[in-house]
């Protein structure tokens, strides 16, 4: 699908990978980008539109369906994440929190802007998902099982839309450069510029997989071929750091 004359909805637009979308969609020559964030963005650039949008919240959704009929393309961006260990967060509810966001949050996004979608000719949803769609890790499983619920909503939901000709991307990466990672080596991260463009670039193809760095790459091909030997370098680094405790 073509992003020259398109207009787009970004959920969690104002910074991070969100922000880089927008940035890469005017670049790409879109027509109009709705920058959905909870604190609603202060705009110069006419073809931008800030919107007031909590993923998490249904009056929200449904203000925000009414006045950007004319979308087609949804980018489902917004995210959160925790990196403690399920069985020693203080309380189920930081799992809850993550899945109402991610999962939840995508869902009815999806929900809301599929007939929007279809009205203007299919369009296209784009659902930004992680390597952790595929793996866990002791500290980081409450946001990897909301990945992998994302995933299987975005496999589900494309063949359900493919007759109304919506092209359904699930976009897969490691660790990138924002506020999220703040805590990761910066090594071992990306640009959310380069990811931005490589998404934009698939949407552009047609593909229904971004596999969107080196990380992603590597993980869906090791995952596929050895489950076990993959998770070995887990399992020593997790076990190491419970001798240091
Ligand atoms: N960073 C990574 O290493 C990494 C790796 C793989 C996948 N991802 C995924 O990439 C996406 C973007 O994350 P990021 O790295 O750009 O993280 P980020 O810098 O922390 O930005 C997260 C964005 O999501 C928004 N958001 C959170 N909860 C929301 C809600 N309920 N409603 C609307 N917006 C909400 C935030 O808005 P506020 O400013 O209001 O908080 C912010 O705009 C997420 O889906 C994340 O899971 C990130």
Redesign the pocket.
């Known amino acids: 699908m073509d992003i020259k004359g398109s207009i787009v909805l970004v959920?969690?637009?104002?910074?991070?990978?969100?922000?880089?979308f927008v940035q890469k969609l005017l670049e790409a020559g879109a027509k109009k980008v709705y920058v959905?964030?909870?604190?609603p963005i202060e705009a110069t650039d006419p073809r931008l539109q800030p919107i007031k949008?909590?993923?998490?919240?249904e009056q929200?959704i449904a203000a925000v369906a009414e006045a950007a009929q004319d979308v087609n393309i949804l980018i489902?961006?917004?995210?959160?994440?925790s990196s403690t260990s399920v069985l020693t967060e203080p309380s189920i509810q930081i799992a809850r929190d993550i899945m109402?966001?991610?999962y939840f949050?995508m869902l009815a996004m999806v929900r809301a802007f599929a007939p929007i979608l279809k009205k203007n000719g299919g369009g296209t949803i784009v659902n930004?998902?992680?390597?952790?769609s595929w793996f866990t890790t002791p500290t980081t499983t409450s946001?990897a099982a909301?990945?992998a619920a994302a995933l299987l909503l975005t496999d589900g939901i494309r063949v359900e839309l493919r007759s109304q000709g919506t092209q359904v991307v699930a976009?897969?990466?490691?660790?990138?450069?924002?506020?999220?990672?703040t805590h990761?080596d910066p090594s071992r991260?990306v640009s959310?510029v380069d990811?931005a463009t490589s998404v934009i670039e698939g949407v552009i193809n047609g593909q229904e997989e971004v596999l969107a760095d080196e990380t992603s790459r590597y993980a869906k091909a090791a995952l596929a071929s050895d489950k076990k030997s993959f998770y070995q370098p887990i399992q020593a680094d997790w076990d190491k750091a419970q001798q240091q405790i």
């Open positions: 959920t969690g637009g104002n910074r991070g990978l969100g922000k880089a959905g964030s909870r604190t949008l909590d993923v998490t919240n929200d489902n961006n917004a995210g959160i994440a109402e966001t991610n949050g930004v998902l992680s390597v952790l946001y909301t990945k976009v897969h990466v490691g660790f990138m450069d924002t506020d999220m990672a990761v991260k959310p990811v």
